[in-house]
C-alpha cells in the first residue's frame, strides 16, 4: 500500500504510471510512502523512479545497520525508529528504508512508524511548507522526529530508574531490583549504540554531496545531530544511577544481615549470664541455694529473670532493639 503527497496540492498519482509521469516532469516534487510493501508493487514504483534493484533488496531484506549509501542520482538511508505508530509499538525497533533524490524521497516501511504519520500529517496540512527545502527537508523532518522519539522513550526508562531507585532503598527490596536494573542497563546500552549510529549515519549525509543536500539543510541536519549527542549523554547518565541502584541494595542486603546478627548477639548477651547462673547452679557440689531450701529454685529464677530484664532494658535504652 503505498501513497504519494506533492508539493502542490493539484498532483495526484493513484498508479505507477502516473508515478512515472511525475517523475518525468521537472516541476514537481513528491513523497510516496510505502507501508507494508508488496515486493512486485515496490520494484515497479522502483522502476518508475529509476531506482536500482539494490536498493529495493535492501529496502525489502532483514536488519541492517544504520547506514547511507551514495547512488548517483538519490541517497539510500536505513535507519531505525524507537517508537510504533499512534497504535502502539512501545520500544520496538521498526526498520524505515529512504530513498531520496532531488525531487523525490521515497519512504518504505513494514510497520506503523510514528515518525513517518508525523511528518505525512504536517505534509497533508501544508505539502508546500512541507517541501520548502525539498526532499532533503523532508528527510530531515522524519529524522529529527525519529531522534525526538528516542528522547521520549528514554524519559520514560528515566521514570523506570527512578522508581528502582526508590525500590532499591526499601528494606523490603528483593533480588527482582537486579534483574530489572540489569534488563534496562541493556535496553540503554542498545539505544546508545543505535544513537551513535544514527549520528554517524547523518555525519555521513552532510559529509557528501548529494541532490537534495542544500547549505541551509546543514544546519537543521546538525541541529539532530546535538540531539544525538543529548540521547548518549542521557543513556551514559542512566547507566550510572543503575549502578548506584545496584550499590544501594548491596547496601540494604548488608545493613539487613547487619540487623540480623545485632539482634542475635543481644539476645545471646542477655542469655549469657543466665547460662552461667544455670551451670553453676547444675554442679554436682553442695552450695547455695541449698536443697534443703524449698524457695531456693525461686529464688535463682527471679535472680537471672532481673538480670535478663536489666539487661534488655539497657540494650532498649542505647536503641540496640
Known sequence: MWKLIAATQDVSATSVQDVSALFEREDVQFWIDVE???????????????????????????????????????????????????????????????????????????EGVGAIDAMRRRAEKNARGAFEDGPGG??????????????IYIDTIETDVDRLEDRSLHKDCSDAVLVEASALRRTLADLRHLAVAQDQLINAIVSDDFPFMSKSLLFHFNHVRQHLMIVVEFTDKLRDRLHGVRDNYSFVLAHRTNEIMRVLTVFASILLPLSLLTSVYGMNVAMWPSPSEPYGIWIVLIVM?????????????????
Open 138 to 151: 523532508l528527510l530531515y523532518g522524519i529524522l529529527d522526529q525519529i531522534v525526538d522519539n528516542y528522547l
Open 305 to 321: 529473670l532481673g538480670m535478663a530484664g536489666v539487661l534488655f532494658w539497657y540494650f532498649k535504652r542505647k536503641d540496640w532493639l
Open 36 to 110: 507494508a510493501p508488496d515486493r512486485n508493487e515496490l520494484e515497479s514504483l522502483a522502476a518508475a523512479l529509476r531506482v536500482d534493484g539494490e536498493a529495493v533488496d535492501d529496502a525489502l531484506a532483514g536488519e541492517q545497520r544504520s547506514r547511507v549509501d551514495d547512488y548517483d542520482d538519490y541517497a539510500f538511508v536505513v535507519t531505525y525508529s524507537m517508537l510504533g505508530d499512534s497504535k502502539g509499538g512501545g520500544e520496538d525497533l521498526h526498520k524505515l528504508a529512504v530513498i531520496c533524490g532531488a525531487r523525490f524521497i521515497l519512504t518504505v516501511h513494514a
